[in-house]
């Protein structure tokens, strides 16, 4: 059964720092795997999409690296900003089930000014 | 292009009861998944729908249940709710299973 695990539970930065979110996955034999961010009360929002053959997606100021090997995915921000405050999850689908996202426990970020 | 929509936002109901919420996915896409969403749980899979079908499945009891119309819509049931049903429930469309795109939510609180 595979099993996500984000860290840390929480972080708070201040503005213009730049970090590092971590994701780790049990089985390697993954699909892709996804990066959103989740506002209190909302839906999810995708940030970054990873295939499996891939190794790093970016986007503007994030962007994202996979290790499929090793069961590891960061989420990289550059230069923080207090809108960038959220609940970061990391979701995996598997090789036979490419729809159903496994999700992490999230990493809730603040940054404050 | 409009994202995912979900209806309704907002839901009360008692224990015993049963709910019906509804998805529309992006257009175009013809796969729609559904997810619940607790404090204690996080976010666990519930079914996949694509072409009509359901085609993946989680660990939930039979009590939830979903459909698929012709034009990609979505419909989730829970019936005989429990306290434990208070959640948020979250739609997910995708092109064949690649990247997903959440709608807002229906947050359902069982009384």
């Known amino acids: 059964k595979q099993e996500v695990t984000q860290i840390p539970a929480a972080l708070s930065v201040p503005e213009g720092e730049n970090l590092v979110l971590n994701c780790s996955f049990t089985?390697?034999?993954?699909?892709?795997l996804q990066w959103f961010r989740q506002d209190p009360g909302k839906g999810l929002t995708s940030l970054l999409l990873?295939?499996?053959?891939?190794r790093e997606q970016t986007s503007g100021r994030l962007n994202a690296s996979l290790d499929k090997s090793s069961g590891r995915s960061t989420l990289y921000i550059a230069a923080s900003q207090p809108g960038d405050s959220a609940t970061y999850l990391c979701?995996?689908?598997?090789?036979?089930?490419?729809?159903?996202?496994?999700f992490g426990t999230g990493t809730r970020l603040q940054v404050t000014l | 292009k409009a994202g995912v929509t979900q209806t309704p936002r907002y839901l009360i109901k008692t224990r015993g009861q049963q709910v019906t919420l509804s998805c529309s996915p992006i257009?175009?896409?013809?796969?729609v998944s559904w997810y619940q969403q607790t404090p204690g749980q996080g976010l666990q899979f519930l079914f996949e729908?694509?072409?009509?079908?359901?085609?993946n499945k989680g660990n939930f009891p039979g009590r939830f249940s979903g459909r698929q119309f012709s034009n990609s819509r979505s419909e989730m049931n829970v019936s005989t709710l429990e306290l434990g049903d208070s959640a948020l429930y979250l739609c997910?469309?995708?092109?064949?299973?690649?990247?997903?795109?959440f709608g807002p939510g229906t947050r359902l609180t069982v009384l």
């Open positions: 089985d390697s034999a993954i699909y892709n």
């Open positions: 729908y694509f072409s009509e079908t359901q085609r």
């Open positions: 997910a469309s995708s092109l064949a299973g690649l990247e997903q795109f």
């Open positions: 990873i295939q499996s053959s891939q």
């Open positions: 979701a995996v689908s598997g090789t036979g089930t490419a729809s159903k996202l496994t």
């Open positions: 257009s175009g896409h013809r796969s």
